[in-house]
C-alpha cells in the first residue's frame, strides 16, 4: 500500500523549532519531488518547500525562507522539513506530498500524486 504518513507535529513557542518527517511506505522517495503543504484556518493550501528527486532543486515559500529547511533521507525512505525561528503564522495542518515525476520544484498541490494525512502544528505562547 502506498503511504506518507507525516509526524513531528506539535505545539511550540514563537521563536522555537520543530522538524517534521515524513516517511514512506509501499514506493521508495529517491525517485519523487518531495513537497511540504500547509493549510491554516480560513486559508488556502499553500507550498512550503519543495524539493526535486535529484535533491538539486529546491523551492521555498517567501514566508520561510532562511527558516526553515527541506530535505530527505533515502536510506530511511524519509523526508523532513526542519522549522526554526516559528512563528504565529505558521500554524496550519501540514502535509507531505510525492510527485511521480520528480521535478515538481514550484511547489503546487496539483503537482503532487500521493498525499499523507496531515499533522498539526501550532505556533503560540
Known amino acids: 500500500q502506498v503511504q506518507l504518513v507525516e509526524s513531528g507535529g506539535g505545539l511550540v513557542q514563537p521563536g522555537g523549532s520543530l522538524r517534521l518527517s515524513c516517511a514512506a511506505s509501499?514506493?521508495?522517495?529517491?525517485?519523487?519531488?518531495i513537497g511540504w503543504f500547509r493549510q491554516a484556518p480560513g486559508k488556502e493550501r499553500e507550498g512550503v518547500s519543495c524539493i526535486s528527486s535529484s535533491d538539486d532543486t529546491t523551492y521555498y515559500g517567501d514566508s520561510v525562507k532562511g527558516r526553515f529547511t527541506i530535505s530527505r533521507d533515502n536510506a530511511k525512505n524519509t523526508a523532513y522539513l526542519q522549522m526554526n525561528v516559528m512563528k504565529p503564522e505558521d500554524t496550519g495542518l501540514y502535509y507531505c506530498?510525492?510527485?511521480?515525476?520528480?521535478?515538481?520544484?514550484?511547489?503546487?498541490?496539483?503537482?503532487?500524486?500521493?498525499w499523507g494525512q496531515g499533522t498539526q502544528v501550532t505556533v503560540s505562547s
Open positions: 509501499g514506493f521508495t522517495l529517491d525517485r519523487y519531488a
Open positions: 506530498a510525492a510527485n511521480f515525476w520528480g521535478t515538481a520544484t514550484n511547489c503546487r498541490a496539483y503537482e503532487y500524486d500521493y
